[in-house]
């Protein structure tokens, strides 16, 4: 069991940046893959960002790549979304998820934080 919890979110000018912070329990963080997705109103939720146990493989979305930074330290059991050059269509719902590995071709999340809220006004 794993259990996450965001910080970090919250008012930014465009153009502006936030860094989000996902602190995982347990001891065995190093062992998932890390994501980070976000929902905006009245839209599906859309794939982030993406690193691997280890940290040497990262990857992104369209919409954020060349803005955004996943990292992770796996000593402090946290995961990190540097956040750079926002737009108002960046303002979502940013989760943090745990995977522990691919199901059917598909990566799946196991473990989901309860969000929080990023907001970039124009």
């Known amino acids: 069991q794993v259990q996450l919890v965001e910080s970090g979110g919250g008012l930014v000018q465009a153009g502006g940046s936030l860094r989000l912070s996902c602190a995982a329990s347990g001891r065995t963080f190093s062992s998932y893959t890390m994501g980070w997705f976000r929902q905006a109103p009245g839209k599906e939720r859309e794939f982030v960002a993406r690193?691997?146990?280890?940290?040497?493989?990262?990857s992104y979305g369209d919409s954020v790549k060349g803005r955004f930074t996943i990292s992770r330290d796996n000593a402090k059991n946290t995961v990190y979304l540097q956040m750079n050059s926002l737009k108002p269509e960046d303002t979502a719902v940013y989760y943090c998820?745990?995977?522990?590995?691919?199901?059917?071709?598909?990566?799946?999340?196991?473990?989901w934080g309860q969000g929080t809220q990023v907001t970039v006004s124009s």
């Open positions: 690193i691997s146990r280890g940290g040497g493989s990262t």
């Open positions: 998820a745990a995977s522990a590995g691919v199901v059917g071709g598909e990566r799946r999340y196991d473990y």
